[in-house]
């Protein structure tokens, strides 16, 4: 099992197909819920992967040590690269800059997904704004990554995403007290 | 004439952008416990990984076909050899032996030794009825239908049902050459 | 000989005890493995007395009884695994392995998706796994 890989294309198309099972089929009408169990099943993936991740090193010996394990050695297992820009404010928030989102890049923009979605209504104001949802869907799954991931080294967190400026995406990070 | 298709998906697989397998077998899990929780009965969540499998199938196959070299198979015979050596080979990184082909060579068996879904997966007793990998027939059957042929794909052999490998068995329900397919998933 | 093995998690709660031994009562063992949780936090929250191996997982001897040695190992995501022997001649580079072997069953166990975090773990492939892991202990240090 060491070292095993799978095509990248499976673990998008796997992605790709739980989030629009959710948002169309099992909740339906229902978006919060839908983006609710998105996120769980990104929590539950963060927890496990954060066991697996930190398996060979030292603790951390604070907050921001464990943001900057999330920041790289964490992102670059996901994404093959580490994240671009670490802020905060110093008082438990904390925003993750990607510039380049694989995440986003790779699935977001389906265009043959879109035109179905429209073809009752070809204004492109719908059409991007059915593709922003779309997006901002998907991006509950590594919002509940990260979150799971914090909360079992010992974070209680909040994460929320911005993709206001795609295909930069930045996931805010607000730490419980 | 048609090239001829690759016997392994090695060179396939190598060429593929990959990631390592763990993201992909913990988000299968993690989705497959959501389900339970949410769909309560064990027979609907069957039914919705086979219909995740179908929808994610349908789609996949045209990066198989773009990326595999592999051009019209000449007959159901074929088309397993290469779903078994260079399918699950470029996607999943496993091989299948293809085994228990009937006379009138319409059925026959894919046998794994193992595959990324399960690894650390130990079905509860309160799974039994689960088959935890149906997906995978899902997408099998989803991308056969692209090409034409209609199937049905069941598991006989589970080990995390206790049996001593992953046996699917493929049968051809109808071939319809050239005819636009259709979505039967409403 | 390992007389026990402990898994904790972090708000104390037991995840996996086994004993492999007739010899002592459960009752005992319990009551060794609940007084090195205090031994644990004590090291982790002082950690000046622990010097350069500050962080480390590795939490070395805990605290030796009469009959027993017991060793700490504490992990990133804040469970402690608590090993009990009465090897009195033991090597720090075999308990170090023990660990090592240790950790890497414990996170499969716990990547398993029916496994619930916080609940104990009632994996066989876990138990056996420990099991091999435990019946080895001391003998691969040729290399």
């Given at each position: 099992m060491v070292g095993r890989e799978v095509s990248e294309s499976c673990v998008d198309s796997m992605i790709i197909e739980m989030v629009s099972s959710y948002c169309d089929r099992f909740c339906s009408a229902k978006p919060e819920l839908a983006a609710r169990r998105i996120e769980a099943i990104g929590y539950q993936v963060g927890l496990q992967l954060s066991e697996r991740y930190t398996m060979e090193r030292p603790r951390f010996s604070d907050h921001l040590e464990a943001i900057k394990f999330i920041c790289k050695d964490f992102w670059s297992e996901l994404f093959k690269k580490q994240i671009d820009n670490l802020k905060t404010n110093h008082r438990g928030t904390f925003v993750l800059q990607d510039n380049r989102f694989r995440w986003l890049t790779r699935m977001s923009i389906d265009p043959s997904e879109t035109n179905a979605n429209t073809s009752d209504d070809p204004s492109v104001a719908t059409t991007e704004s059915k593709s922003a949802q779309s997006a901002s869907m998907h991006l509950y799954f590594p919002c509940g990554i990260i979150r799971g991931a914090l909360t079992n080294l010992g974070i209680p967190c909040a994460v929320s995403a911005d993709m206001s400026n795609l295909p930069a995406c930045s996931f805010v990070v607000r730490i419980k007290a | 004439m048609a090239p001829l298709a690759p016997r392994t998906g090695d060179a396939v697989f190598a060429n593929v952008e990959r990631v390592n397998a763990e993201l992909f077998t913990l988000t299968y899990g993690a989705i497959v416990r959501q389900l339970l929780t949410d769909l309560e009965e064990v027979e609907e969540v069957n039914k919705q990984l086979d219909q995740m499998g179908y929808n994610i199938g349908i789609r996949l196959i045209d990066e198989f076909l773009a990326k595999s070299n592999v051009s019209r198979c000449v007959d159901f015979k074929e088309t397993a050899d290469v779903i078994a050596k260079v399918g699950l080979k470029m996607f999943l990184g496993v091989t299948a032996s293809v085994t228990n082909w009937d006379v009138d060579g319409t059925s026959c068996s894919l046998v794994l030794e193992?595959?990324?879904?399960?690894?650390?997966v130990e079905l509860p007793d309160?799974?039994?009825?689960?088959?935890?990998?149906n997906i995978l027939s899902g997408v099998i059957r989803g991308a056969l239908e692209m090409v034409s042929m209609k199937t049905e794909v069941t598991w006989v052999r589970d080990m995390l049902r206790g049996d001593d490998a992953y046996e699917l068995r493929l049968k051809l329900l109808k071939q319809v050459p050239e005819e636009y397919p259709y979505k039967d998933d409403e | 000989m390992i007389v026990c093995i402990a898994v904790v998690g972090h708000?104390?709660?037991?995840?996996y005890l086994q004993s492999?031994?007739?010899?002592?009562?459960a009752l005992k063992l319990h009551h060794i493995v609940h007084c090195s949780l205090d031994v644990i936090d004590e090291r982790v929250n002082n950690p000046k007395k622990t010097g350069p191996t500050l962080n480390e997982t590795f939490l070395g001897l805990l605290y030796p009884t009469e009959n027993y040695k017991v060793y700490g190992y504490l992990t990133n995501t804040k469970v402690k695994f608590i090993l009990v022997t009465t090897d009195l001649d033991v090597r720090d580079a075999d308990v170090r392995n023990f660990f090592r072997r240790f950790h890497s069953a414990y996170v499969d166990a716990v990547s398993n998706p029916f496994h619930v975090p916080?609940?104990?773990?009632?994996s066989r492939t876990f138990a056996e796994r420990v099991s091999t892991i435990v019946k080895s202990f001391g003998l691969s240090t040729a290399v």
């Open positions: - | 193992d595959n990324p879904l399960v690894d650390f309160t799974c039994q009825g689960l088959y935890y990998c | 708000q104390n709660n037991p995840l492999f031994t007739e010899a002592d009562d916080g609940k104990k773990i009632t």
